[in-house]
């Protein structure tokens, strides 16, 4: 039976809530709303507002609550509408959440996961629509993960929960309603948040991508496929070099899909600890896709126009490949 991404996220909310009383939920709308994108619904009624709290729209008050109760031995998930809302709160995550357990010499410990949504595709402007996944991935002392399946939405929270340290997870929006089958309870039970996943084995080329990217990186893969290029697919759900090099040692072809700008992005990173490490397996030089460096557009046309899309990384590994 299929369920959608969201229901995947609800249902590790709600195993996460009833196996550990120091679990709680808080953010803006999450209990009688049950969440901008519905994935706490019904949560307030199952478990009460003790565990499921409505905050102020006060992004840094709440954040440094969440902070303050993880350090008191809670275990608390702070939910931020939308990522453009997070600098709100970049004091309190990465002042205090990422720097407490250096700054104390090891004493002081901050398990706080936080979630969020990413990413554009809804028409909901540009101060919901961003994609700044790499501001985050830049500080030490904060795990990132970006779950693209509706099984690592439902596998990543018990590990995160369980994780010492602060972890942000990005939930892209165009991802919320997808659905799938989950697969068997052992295969999402084993989600291993260190690691990225080969979401396709390939030849020619790899397409390195993650979060709301891959279905639009395996979309060009089916389409590469039925002409003949057969392409590796490899979803970042944390940022993972070594497994980044072994594709890229199989492949010697890269085309990193990233719906950041260019300029700055984690496919710039990724390109740069290629180019560090696997030079001389390549075969020509890195291409990316990124989305283009303008705010987010309302309009439909050109919001489709600022994002990366399928016949873009399609062209790129033709292009790369010279076919």
Not at 231 to 242: A, G, M, S, T, Y
Request: aromatic content about 4%; overall charge negative; hydrophobic content about 45%.
């Amino acid at each position: 039976m299929k369920i959608s991404y969201r229901e995947a996220l609800r249902e590790a909310l709600r195993e996460a809530l009833a196996q550990d009383s120091r679990v709680f939920l808080m953010g803006e709308d999450v209990g009688r709303y049950g969440g901008t994108y519905a994935v706490s619904k019904g949560l307030l009624e199952e478990f009460g507002p003790d565990r499921i709290r409505d905050t102020p729209l006060s992004e840094l008050g709440f954040m440094g609550a969440g902070v303050g109760a993880a350090l008191g031995g809670m275990r608390p998930i702070v939910e931020i509408m939308t990522i453009n809302f997070s600098l709100l709160a970049l004091d309190q995550i990465v002042n205090s959440a990422a720097l407490l357990r250096h700054m104390s010499g090891g004493q002081c410990a901050v398990p706080l996961v936080i979630r969020m949504a990413t990413g554009a595709g809804r028409q909901l402007a540009a101060q919901h629509s961003h994609s700044l996944e790499n501001w985050y991935a830049h500080i030490p002392g904060i795990r990132v993960l970006a779950p693209a399946t509706v099984a690592d939405a439902r596998g990543m929270l018990a590990p995160a929960l369980a994780d010492p340290d602060p972890v942000v997870i990005f939930e892209h929006a165009q991802l919320y309603s997808q659905e799938d089958a989950l697969p068997a309870e052992r295969v999402w039970r084993a989600c291993d948040i260190s690691r990225a996943a080969v979401r396709r084995a390939g030849t020619r080329a790899s397409l390195i991508t993650y979060g709301g990217c891959l279905p639009k990186a395996m979309q060009a893969a089916d389409a590469l496929a039925a002409v003949g290029i057969d392409v590796e697919v490899l979803d970042l759900r944390p940022l993972d070099l070594d497994t980044i090099a072994a594709s890229v040692r199989r492949t010697h072809r890269v085309v990193v899909v990233d719906e950041g700008w260019k300029t700055g992005s984690l496919a710039a990173e990724i390109v740069a600890r290629i180019a560090e490490d696997c030079l001389y397996d390549l075969d020509a030089p890195p291409r990316r896709v990124c989305s283009v460096e303008v705010p987010i557009p309302y309009a439909r046309h050109m919001e489709a126009a600022a994002l990366p899309q399928t016949a873009q990384i399609v062209a790129a590994v033709k292009e790369m490949l010279n076919v």
